[in-house]
């Protein structure tokens, strides 16, 4: 099986790994990684469990070849977290609003909202669901999800009109 070597910067740290040509970055993010906030959930790009910040945009990891991460800046969930490991607003939003029931959804939703909560003007509810359209959940029945999404940007909002 053909390899190739890969640099790019993940959660802040520049990082080398060898990888199959053929192996999908979700396989590489939690494998030689060992970052396991990514799911596989469907594994066909469906699910959105494996959404994970590439260059800043969301992508479903798991129809994302490996090797295409060279040279490029991704971010997981476990790149919010602050040095000490306390966790991001979003995620607490998540645990507040009752937004997380069996978890396996949370990671991909919380990842695809970061455009939506790092915006400088209010998305709509519309907005927000259409930004997650590709996440499915089968829990919450997505409207506690919608809410922490919608509370965390007014927040941020807020804070960054105080400053
Ligand atoms: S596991 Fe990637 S979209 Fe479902
Ligand atoms: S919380 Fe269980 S799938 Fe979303």
């Not at 790019?8 to 494998?31: A, F, P």
């Not at 040095?83 to 979003?90: E, L, Q």
Request: with cysteine.
């Amino acid at each position: 099986m053909a390899k190739k070597t890969i640099h790019c910067t993940i959660n802040g740290s520049k990082k080398e790994y060898t990888v199959d040509i053929r192996e999908s970055l979700s396989d590489m993010l939690r494998g030689s990684a060992g970052l396991d906030s990514i799911k596989h959930g469907c594994d066909v790009g469906e699910c959105g469990a494996c959404t994970v910040l590439i260059d800043g945009q969301p992508f479903n990891s798991c129809i994302y070849l490996a090797i295409w991460a060279q040279g490029k800046t991704i971010l997981t969930l476990e790149g919010l977290s602050d040095k000490k490991g306390t966790i991001s607003d979003i995620q607490q939003a998540f645990i507040d609003e009752g937004a997380v029931q069996c978890g396996f959804c949370t990671p991909g939703f919380i990842m695809a909202s970061i455009p939506i909560i790092t915006k400088e003007e209010v998305a709509s509810r519309d907005e927000i669901r259409k930004q997650v359209a590709g996440n499915l959940c089968r829990c919450t029945g997505y409207d506690k999800i919608i809410n922490a999404i919608e509370k965390t940007q007014h927040k941020r909002l807020e804070e960054k009109k105080s400053k």
